[in-house]
């Protein structure tokens, strides 16, 4: 299994930010799409927020507005960039890389917001 490395993540309080990065190693090519999911406690793991190559991004409905994935191609690295934090995005994030049959995961990072 390929590691990805993630980096980010924390405790915040409510209305504050985090970024989360991720990095996939220059072996994976022809990378699709990269992104995040999260899963809290008792709960499916979601879909937060994708970036494709060529630049389309796609993100859940309770993010919009508040979160900015983005990325860096020739580094095989994604951002995402969460703003006006609230309690509900607590979960532990996992970075996602899809290639064009393959699928990578992170081991996860813990984002707690406090109320």
């Known amino acids: 299994q390929v590691p990805l490395v993630e980096s980010g993540g924390g405790l915040v309080q409510a209305g504050g930010s985090l970024k989360l990065g991720c990095a996939a190693p220059?072996?994976?090519?022809?990378?699709?799409?990269m992104g995040w999911y999260r899963q809290a406690p008792g709960k499916q793991r979601e879909l937060v927020a994708t970036?494709?190559?060529?630049?389309?991004?796609d993100y859940a409905d309770s993010v919009k507005g508040r979160f900015t994935i983005s990325r860096d191609n020739p580094k095989n690295t994604v951002f995402l960039q969460m703003n006006s934090l609230e309690p509900e995005d607590t979960a532990t994030y996992y970075c996602?890389?899809?290639?064009?049959?393959?699928?990578?995961w992170g081991k996860g990072t813990l984002v707690t917001v406090s109320a």
């Open positions: 996602h890389v899809q290639q064009s049959v393959l699928v990578y």
């Open positions: 220059g072996i994976i090519t022809n990378i699709k799409t």
């Open positions: 970036v494709a190559t060529g630049g389309r991004t």
